[in-house]
């Protein structure tokens, strides 16, 4: 079902990672939802002033989506930036310390939406947190029945 409202999203960069793969089924749902991020409006959102998002998606990603990514910052209205220096997630809560910016950003936005293939968030701390902050926790799969 397509969302007619724009809505900000935050990636982990694991689904980059995933569309950078090529051919296997993950890869290609990935790769569209990308494609519908983008063709529908949606944006990203990146923490400041650090740039942890953006530097390990760089790190992180080749190809189509290091493109798409680049080009998302380009457009106007496609990212915005949230200002996560003073919120800090407990590490007690998010274990993978490499998590924590996706999901101290996302807690930041008005529509408070994580997507992710990684199953690293699945454990009752970290459900627990996002449960709290509001944050609602997609799968690939389910992000394209969402946008």
């Known amino acids: 079902m397509q969302s007619p409202t724009k809505k900000y999203i ?3 960069t694991c689904v980059l990672c995933d569309a950078s793969r090529g051919s296997d089924k993950s890869a290609k749902l990935a790769l569209t939802l ?18 942890r998002i953006m530097k390990e998606y760089k790190a992180n990603t080749e190809g189509y989506p290091r493109e798409w990514m680049f080009e998302m910052c ?5 990212s915005t930036k949230v200002d996560t220096s003073s919120h800090h997630v407990s590490r007690r809560s998010i274990r993978d310390r490499d998590d924590r910016k996706f999901v101290e ?6 529509d408070k939406i994580l997507i992710t293939s990684d199953r690293r968030y699945d454990d009752p701390p970290s459900r627990d947190l996002l449960k709290r902050l509001g944050i609602s926790l997609l799968g690939v799969a389910e992000a394209l029945d969402e946008l």
Do not use: Q
């Not at 944006?43 to 650090?50: L, Q, S, T």
């Not at 950003?105 to 008005?110: D, F, I």
């Open 105 to 110: 950003a996302c807690s930041l936005t008005s």
């Open 34 to 51: 990308l494609r519908t991020i983008y063709l529908h409006c949606h944006g990203i959102v990146f923490d400041k002033p650090n740039n």
């Open 10 to 12: 935050t990636m982990d």
């Open 74 to 78: 380009r457009r106007k209205g496609k």
